[in-house]
């Protein structure tokens, strides 16, 4: 059977009542052999993330040889937490969050509540698209590092913050293995860097989480 006809099969299965989903690369992957080639090829190697280092395109702070994975960059929990005041959020409103740091004895994540974290490493990316991924071993402790947003932008240059949630209660610490980076080859030019729009909401460094910003938008 044709490959395609396989992939609409899981995707339909995906995607319920006939919606359309998006699926991340990783997801299509194991659709289509094709597609797993296509992609490998999409995504630097340990060689090549260094090269665009050496050359100053993609920036990590700070970089420990030892957590370069073969295709990959290991991040940490930054020593930050965050929660939101208001148990019901507005996606109009501008919903404030408390700050809190972590206990030397560690913290224990409860569900339910969704918490911001923060990477303790500052990137920047000036070629490549950067993309966020849990640590499997993260996930098999019941821990999601985001809710939707793993890609980043070319020109995106900040700590990373996350959207953490758990399935179970579950202590963390700060400075523990929270992701992994992985870089992808962008095609075409780029007109504008995430670093250059006056409308981009995320560009002021911080070593803290950063609170939802949809209420800048107008809808």
């Known amino acids: 059977m044709e490959h395609s006809a396989i992939n609409v099969r899981i995707a339909n299965r995906l995607s319920p009542a006939g919606k359309q989903s998006i699926l991340s ?50 991040v940490h929990l930054g020593k930050y937490l965050a929660t939101y005041k208001d148990r ?14 972590i206990p030397k004895a560690g913290f224990v994540l409860q569900p339910g509540t969704l918490y911001l974290g923060v990477t303790v490493e500052y990137t920047e990316t000036h070629g490549h698209v950067p993309f966020l991924e849990g640590k499997s071993s993260t996930g098999r402790l019941g821990i999601d590092i985001h809710a939707t947003a793993g890609k980043g932008d070319v020109g995106f240059c900040n700590t990373w913050t996350l959207e953490i949630s758990c ?7 700060a400075g523990m293995p929270i992701g992994q980076l992985i870089y992808f080859v962008v095609e075409g030019n780029i007109e504008k860097m995430y670093n250059t729009k006056d409308n981009a909401k995320y560009n002021n460094k911080t070593t803290r989480p950063v609170e939802s910003m949809m209420w800048k938008n107008n809808f």
Not at 43 to 70: N, V, W
Not at 88 to 101: G, P, R, S, T, W
Not at 167 to 173: G, H, L, S
């Open 167 to 173: 399935v179970q209660p579950v202590r963390i610490y």
């Open 25 to 74: 690369p990783f997801a299509l992957c194991q659709f289509s052999p094709n597609l797993v080639q296509k992609t490998v090829k999409m995504i630097l190697s340990d060689k090549r993330i260094l090269e665009e280092i050496d050359k100053g395109t993609i920036i990590i702070e700070p970089f420990k040889p030892e957590c370069l994975g073969t295709n990959s960059y290991d």
């Open 88 to 101: 019901v959020l507005d996606a109009k409103a501008h919903n404030q969050i408390e700050h809190f740091e």
